[in-house]
Each structure stands twice: as C-alpha cells, then as structure tokens.
C-alpha cells in the first residue's frame, strides 16, 4: 500500500520535517475504485489523508518488497510535472508525465506505463528523467563494472578425476561479458538486450558472480592450495609461498624425467628415409578416442566411458570389447612410431600413462612423436615432400576428393579405398589394400587407422602414415596444400 502526504500547496499537514512526496510501498492488492485508478482516495489514517492506493498489479516487480519514505523533493526519480504536481518514481522505474494535480507512485522495479504522444517514457534501470528534473539514474552505481573475468577451467590429469561427462576438444566458447570466456551458449542476456530508443524491458540486475565463475575459482582452490594445504602439519602456515611457487621449485627436480618427441623434420626425415631404402614404416596416432576404447572396463568403468565418449561410433568403434582393445594395444606395442597427446588434460595423458600401464606397454621403449604430427608436417611444409616421387594409396571416407587434391599438386595416387566401416571392417580393407601397388599408404579412418597401419607395415612391408582429420580440413579447404 501507499501513503502519499500533499504538503506543496500548504493546505495539510506533512510528515517528517523536509516538505515533498512521501510513500509507503508494499504489495498488498488494492480494492478496485473508478477514480483514476485508486482506491481508498480521501480516506484518513489517524488524521493523514491517503493519496490512494495503487492499483496496478505487481505481477511484474523484480527486486525485494522495501519501504521509502524521506524522499527529497529534488531527489526524486520523475522531476515537475504540469501544474506543479511531482511524479514521485521508486528506483529502476520508467517516470512518465502526469496531468496536473495528480501524483503517480511507482514502486520499485515496476515498468513505466506508456506516455501519451509526444511525451517520454524510458523503461529500464538508470532511467532519464524528464525534462527540467534531475535524472535518478545519476544516482545509480555501475554494479557490474568491475568483476573478475574467469579463465578457462582447469582440468584434471589422473583418471580417478575424469568429469562425469564430456571429453575431446574444449567446447566453443564465446567472450565473457566481463572481458573472459564464457562456454558457449552462456552469453549474458545483456548483450543481447535493446537500446533505450527501443524501450526495451528492463534487465534483472546481474549477480555479483555467476556460478561458472563462482565454480572455476572454486575448482583451481581444490586443484592448487587445497593440495599444498594437505602437506602442511598442523599449528603451521607456509608464509608467502603460493601453490605456483612450489609447482615450479618441484618441476625444477623432475625436469630430468622430461621426454623429448621427435620434431617434424626429423619424422620427415625417418619417413623418406623408409621410402628410400623400400623399409617398412608405420607411424599411428593416440588421441582421446583410442585411449577411451581402450580405457572401457579396464581403467574406467565402460559407463562412464560411454558418457565420455559418445563419438566413439563415428570413430570406427561401436562398443569397445576385449577383442578391439587387445588389437589397439597390439598395434600401438608394435609400431615404428607412436604419437602420444601433449595434453595433460584427464582423457589425453590423463588416460595415456594408465592405459599403457594396465596393457603392459613400456612407454619409455616406445619411439614417441606428438598426437599432432600429421599436422605439423603439413604445416612445416614437409608433408607434399614426403610423398611427391612416391606411389600413394588414399583410405578413407575423404579418399577421393583427397586423392583429386593430391593428383592437382603433381602427386602420383594408385589407389583408394573410400569407404572403412569401423574396426570390423578391417579385414576387407586389409584385403583390397593387398591389391594395391603403392609406395607409402595415407589411411585417414579413425581409431582402425591405427591397426590398419600397424597391418599395412607389418603384414605388406609398407610406409603407413595415420593421416586423421587432416584430410578432412584439406578437403574442405580450412587447410590448403
């Protein structure tokens, strides 16, 4: 309810000791009344005379139910209006004209009614007041000015950590509103609000930190000085040591342990080098899909696997069984080459060491290039090189417009096999690849890429190259030759 106190004209008593539009808001529902939209109008409460109460629903009220009173003449939202009358406006409110004589009590976080031709009405927080009044929204703060921007969430390096779902690259992510990153499809609602020209509905105030951001400091507490704290006795502090502090003293003690990979040029020159002297060669990659496949019910519950990785049938692998996982771990302990993920993200190294631990496969004994080599020996400008001169054969669902590519820049293509439906399609690839007459053999296939190539060198005396995705960006032009 609202209790107004007319003291401009001097006709009754006011209330308080400053002279100006005092009310009292709450919401309760008004009894209906013909006069203008108030009720109650003229009635007396303990000889104060009520404006009215004020009838419009409040079904649209977004902050906390408060009570003004005190409101200075000149502080309030609306200004003067015709005849002398004031528009006494609650905070975030729209001000609008009133015909003389009357007063309008908006309450809080109420949206302005519609001006009469001619005259403003401009909804939203921060609002103009009218003409020849001061504008309320110079009252009004910048909330949401100067809040921390969130980085990207730190991830966790051991399997027992895994999230419950999600897994391979990182989502899209769009810029945060607070000058961050923000996941896609988490944009604020005030990017994509109107102008004030609009009138567009005024926008909830946002909350001092949002959950993402709230999460993300939590979860790099727990993956940093949480940690650190467990290793302090108790009744002791480690003064003005920060959690980086001691990662980079311990990172200086096991720099010893770091293991170098094979750089492009120097797997360009291994490849030519098998090509020259007609040696078997394979070269296979493990990324997120091969050690999830091979993670299933052994180092992971298969469920959460399947949570993980729902992309695991696109990849060539319906279900991961015994038979396949034994068949990729055969192939990875007998390749030449085998690149592994610089990632330390929980289904890239934080599978890859577990997995190899539990397949019984001596990392160290392996020769080891990065995951990624495929595209640096596009990008340092070694890939053409390495098969110009070379009969190539193409497999892979990208094999013919891949092959249409490498025939334009002068490269001598015998064969392609455009079609691998999965791991249990890889004895008929095996057989037609038999076939064929080729020098060194691109197998872009997904995760059967990895035994087809292992096969290829081992069973046809072969170069085999684990192309991947490159094809795919080749072929769409994102990549050129």
Known sequence: ?????????????????????????VGVQPKASPDHGWANKGSKLRGVELAGIDRKPYTELKGKASVRTGTRRGESAGGRTKGGAKVAAGRSSAGKREKAGERAGLSRGSKGARAKPGKRAVAGRGHAAPRGGRAAGARATQRTAAQRAPGPAP?????????????????????????GVAPAGRESAAANAGSARALAPAQPAAAPESGYAEGFRD??????????????PPDHILPAVAAADLIEAGFRQYAPSLTRLASPHEMAGHIQGALDSQRPLSVVRLGDGELLTLAADTVLPGEQVRELAPFLPYAGVPSSTPAIRAALAQAIQGADWVGVPISRAPTFQGLLFPVLRHFGINWSRLNLT??????????????????????????????????????????????????????????????????????????????????LCYRIAGELGRVAIDFGHLADKLVTGELQL
């Open 1 to 25: 309810m609202r209790v107004a106190k007319r003291s401009e004209l001097g006709r009754k008593r006011t209330l308080g000791s400053h002279a100006g539009s005092w009310h009292l808001s």
């Open 155 to 179: 991830r966790a390096s051991t399997p027992q950590a895994l999230p419950a779902s999600g897994a391979g690259p990182a989502p899209p992510q769009a810029t945060h509103r607070r000058g």
């Open 219 to 232: 979860g790099v507490f727990a993956g940093g000085e949480a940690l650190v704290a467990q290793h302090i």
């Open 370 to 451: 990065s995951s990624t080599i495929n595209y640096s020996l596009h990008h340092s400008g070694l890939l053409l090189p390495v098969v110009q001169g070379r009969r190539v054969l193409l497999i892979g669902s990208r094999a013919v417009e891949l092959g249409a590519l490498l025939i334009g820049r002068g490269v001598h293509v015998t064969g392609i096999i455009d079609t691998v439906e999965g791991v249990a399609d890889i004895p008929r690839v095996m057989q037609q690849t038999a076939e064929h007459s080729f020098d060194i053999a691109l197998v872009a296939a997904g995760i059967p890429a990895v035994i």
